[in-house]
């Protein structure tokens, strides 16, 4: 699978962004897909992930309530709405897909085999 990943931009603090995914073929049933990112001077990290099969979504501790991940079956898309940013957000946000991705290991993105390219979100205060 191809992913593409678009939508960030500037804004600030507060405001919300949705990011997506644009995915070469259906992800649900497939492949569980995820979306990581990517802060200057730090490691990657996981920020949401939803499951192939029952479509139950995991979120990164300081998004949840503020970040849901979402899915458009029809159009082989996956979204990132993140609402409530703060500058703490500020990173470039990765979308991955696995076909074989585990519970244990939804979090590392060494599981993942199909990347998009980073969007870049910048949150000022």
């Known amino acids: 699978v191809q992913l593409q990943a678009s939508g960030g931009g500037s804004v600030h603090t507060g405001d919300s962004l949705r990011l997506s995914c644009a995915a070469s073929?259906?992800?649900?049933?497939?492949?569980?897909v995820a979306w990581f990112r990517q802060a200057p001077g730090r490691e990657r990290e996981f920020v949401a992930g939803?499951?192939?099969?029952?479509?139950?979504?995991y979120y990164e501790d300081s998004v949840k309530g503020r970040f849901t991940i979402s899915r458009d079956n029809p159009k082989n898309m996956v979204y990132l709405q993140m609402n409530s940013l703060k500058p703490a957000d500020t990173a470039v946000y990765y979308c991955?897909?696995?076909?074989?991705?585990?519970?244990?290991?939804?979090?590392?993105?060494?599981?993942?085999?199909?990347w998009g390219q980073g969007t870049l979100v910048t949150v000022s205060s």
């Open positions: 073929e259906r992800t649900s049933g497939h492949y569980t």
């Open positions: 939803l499951f192939r099969s029952y479509g139950r979504s």
């Open positions: 991955a897909a696995s076909a074989s991705v585990i519970f244990s290991g939804l979090r590392s993105g060494e599981n993942y085999a199909y």
